[in-house]
């Protein structure tokens, strides 16, 4: 998922992979990364995203180069992780973390779901 986040994956087709039921893949899964399939790759769509705009991609651009099929739902999801919309996000100054080296930059700019 963390690489091929832009496709279109779904868990019966993750599941097969991994050999197990989709249902025992799910649990599976969130024991092991603390939420769900579906949360974890909205996760990594919406960190990517939060790259491309901050290196100027407008929100459509960004939503569907991450493989969002729905702009409403690419901004509720957005809006839901980072705490703010994605066009407030891409209008606001980003430099503090380019002098970063990019793996801190990484960890500091990584969106975290609250439960």
Known sequence: MDREYA??????????????SPAHFSREFK??????PYAYLMTRRIE?????LRSG???TDACTAVGATSLGSFSSTFTEIVGEAPSAYR????????ALPECFARVL???????
């Open 91 to 98: 209008a606001r100054p980003h430099d503090d973390t380019e």
């Open 7 to 20: 496709r279109p994956l779904d868990v019966p087709t993750m599941a097969a992979r991994a050999f197990m």
């Open 31 to 36: 024991t092991a990364y603390g939420e769900t």
């Open 57 to 59: 991609f407008t929100v």
């Open 48 to 52: 990517r995203a939060m790259a491309l």
């Open 109 to 115: 700019t990584r969106p975290t779901r609250y439960a």
